[in-house]
């Protein structure tokens, strides 16, 4: 069965700097899909960012971007130059080929950016 | 913009009760979820719906039915409230996998349930 693990259950940056949230699952499948998902307090759910991975460019999305590391089963989340809007509970998510109904999540990291 | 709704944001009920959470989505989509969020879990997934009358159990489906009987309006139901149910709960919907996968899940804002 696929597992999503994430190390970090909270982080803090300051305002500005950049800060990597780290993301390793576990699959037999060659061919899937990973998600960063962001929720900000009291607020819904949305995607940061989704890589592809047959891809081998790592997707970005403004401030947003990732290490996909597919050998070593890595999905690190870069956000540079972090503003206040940022803090949030980010949760990492794999999507298999065999399994595109369902949606495996991470246990989640609380991201909080600092004045 | 999708929206996804849920009929309540928070909610207190007494063990035994049946409880019915309600989600409603305004762009088409095929396929809706309900999850289970609870600190150091993640998102857990109860039960899902390919389409209208359709349902499949998730990873923890047990004192929980659904049913989805008009395309836009998926219910989570607690047949018998107990104290361990008392969690987040968020809705979530996507267009069908026939149409490309890898698409993302809009969520709703959840309902945080508190059985006493």
């Known amino acids: 069965a696929q597992t999503v693990t994430q190390s970090q259950p909270e982080m803090s940056v300051q305002e500005a700097e950049t800060v990597t949230l780290s993301c390793t699952y576990d699959?037999?499948?060659?061919?899937?899909?990973l998600f960063w998902y962001k929720q900000p307090p009291s607020r819904q759910m949305i995607l940061v960012i989704r890589?592809?991975?047959?891809?081998?460019q790592n997707a970005t999305e403004n401030r947003f971007s990732v290490n996909f590391q597919k050998a070593a089963k890595s999905f690190s989340l870069k956000i540079s130059d972090s503003q206040l809007g940022d803090t949030a509970m980010y949760f990492c998510?794999?999507?298999?080929?065999?399994?595109?109904?369902?949606?495996?999540f991470g246990p989640g990291t609380s991201l909080s950016v600092i004045p | 913009d999708v929206k996804v709704t849920q009929s309540s944001r928070y909610l207190v009920k007494r063990t035994g009760e049946k409880v019915f959470l309600e989600c409603v989505q305004d762009?088409?989509?095929?396929?809706m979820f309900w999850y289970r969020q609870d600190p150091g879990l993640g998102l857990r997934l109860i039960y899902f719906?390919?389409?209208?009358?359709?349902?499949e159990k998730g990873d923890i489906p047990e004192g929980y039915s659904v049913s989805r009987e008009k395309k836009e309006r998926f219910s989570l139901i607690l047949e018998s409230a107990s104290t361990n149910q008392t969690s987040m709960y968020l809705c979530?919907?996507?267009?069908?996998?026939?149409?490309?996968?890898?698409?993302?899940?809009?969520f709703g804002p959840g309902t945080r349930l508190t059985v006493l």
């Open positions: 699959t037999s499948e060659n061919n899937y899909y």
């Open positions: 890589q592809e991975a047959y891809k081998q």
């Open positions: 979530a919907s996507r267009r069908s996998l026939n149409r490309g996968p890898g698409n993302e899940q809009f």
């Open positions: 719906s390919y389409d209208v009358k359709m349902k």
């Open positions: 762009m088409d989509h095929e396929n």
């Open positions: 998510a794999f999507m298999g080929e065999t399994s595109y109904d369902k949606v495996i």
